[in-house]
């Protein structure tokens, strides 16, 4: 174990220009990580009643300190995600390398540790910029913070690198280096993993629990609880991915039969080799879509409520911040799933480079080649995110209509986030672009 850490800090010393933005982007993803966790423990040092400063009374009881702890959990998953995608970027790049050491006597297992400890040195410094700040910024706005808080801080500053390092080798736990210098996968999976069927079906169980206690019950009760909401965002993201994967093999099929341009053509035939692929670089996005989606109809449905009851209104101000942390949150998410969806978008240009290189070689413009990398994402991406945008609008006013009293104008707003959401992922899928003019460069068929 010590000569693997020791090659993989060697390794990431001797990083060129084209793979300090990797090392850039994992520790980015590392210290948003680490900011939230540090978050997480600073707010379950606190016991019982509290006053604090800020917040307006958000953090004054355990019950509300719970739901923001809860929040923060749920924020941790597109982190990440986001630091899986560049480990596995950072594997493709670095294939010569790793052929190199596996010409000199290293198994497959041994480079994919390694390249995960490359990783979790990168999260290291993420880990420090993030936590040497937030231990000043503490101390300046809590002068004698909780004694447990302490303990806390450290283990998140050095949990962290370690959970950095072990999602990078649960990224590539499906990749082989090969002695002789190129980077093959085990064959694309035709369906979801056994993980996700089990997760699908409790969800479906979940559901049929919360339609039976909805209709035997008292389904007022029921519909405030956050966690209902939560199945049901859970339960509607899942099926929106199942769509995508359905949707894409199905597109592809189709479009490969009966497309006439070369665009189409090209992007229908990777959506049929690998319909799973877009399901999974897109799932993360759907989810996002859905709680966005019903969160925006019910904070137009909570302040007009809060508006309209003089009660509520007294505490405006505690709503109104809980409200704007929760949006907050879902933003941050939604960049940083959208910086997830980018970067995987890159991993797959340079898995493909030497593929695309041919093409290029053979004739094909880059631009129809760009074209059908905009299609990849955009054919299977539309009807997942029109059903994503539709549960959440379910959501939202189902919850409308069984909370008293709520009987403001139905929100028309977010109508518009599912089509934002799919502009945006549009956008930052075209951010690869630049790497496709450096993918067909004819100095890459020397390697293939």
Known sequence: MRADFRLAWLLTRGSDRREWWRVALTALGASFATGIALVIATVASMDGQASVSFGSGLLNTASDRRSVIMALVMLLAPVLGFLGQC??????????????????????????????????????IGS????????????????????????????????????????????????????????RRIPPTRGPGRAFRTVTVLLLVMALGVSLTMYFGNPVEFALGPLTVLALSLLTGVSAVWLAGWSARRIGGALAARAQRPALLIAAERLRDDPWAAART??????????????????QTLLYLVSDTDDLAANRAYYVTGL?????????????????????????????????????????????????????????????????????????????????????????????????????????????????????????????
Do not use: K, M, N
């Open 282 to 299: 897109h799932a993360a996005v759907l989810l996002v879509t859905v709680v966005g989606t019903a969160f925006v109809g019910i904070r």
């Open 128 to 183: 420090l910029l993030a936590t040497v700040p937030y231990v000043l910024v503490l101390l300046r706005v809590w002068r004698h913070p909780e004694p447990l808080a302490w303990p806390g801080i450290t283990l998140v500053a050095v949990a962290v690198p370690a959970l950095g390092a072990a999602v990078s080798a649960l990224s590539l736990r499906r990749v082989v280096a090969s002695p002789l210098g190129w980077v």
């Open 324 to 448: 704007d942390l929760s949006g907050a949150a879902i933003g941050v998410a939604l960049a940083l799933t959208l910086s997830a969806l980018a970067v995987s978008t890159a991993e797959a240009l340079a898995t493909r480079r030497r593929g695309l290189a041919a093409q290029a070689a053979a004739g094909i413009p880059q631009s129809v080649l760009g074209r059908a990398l905009l299609l990849e994402t955009a054919l299977p991406l539309a009807p997942a995110v029109l059903l994503a945008g539709v549960g959440g609008t379910a959501i939202h006013i189902g919850w409308a209509a069984a909370v008293e009293d709520a009987t403001g104008p139905v929100p028309l707003v977010p109508a518009l986030v599912p089509v934002a959401v799919y502009a945006a992922c549009l956008l930052a899928a075209a951010t690869s672009l630049p790497l496709l003019r450096r993918s067909v460069r004819p100095a890459e068929l020397r390697y293939a």
């Open 87 to 124: 480990a596995r970027v950072g594997a493709v790049h670095r294939d010569r390398r790793l052929a190199t050491l596996r010409l000199a006597g290293a198994t497959a297992a041994q480079v994919r540790r390694i390249s995960a400890l490359e990783a979790g040195l990168a999260c290291l």
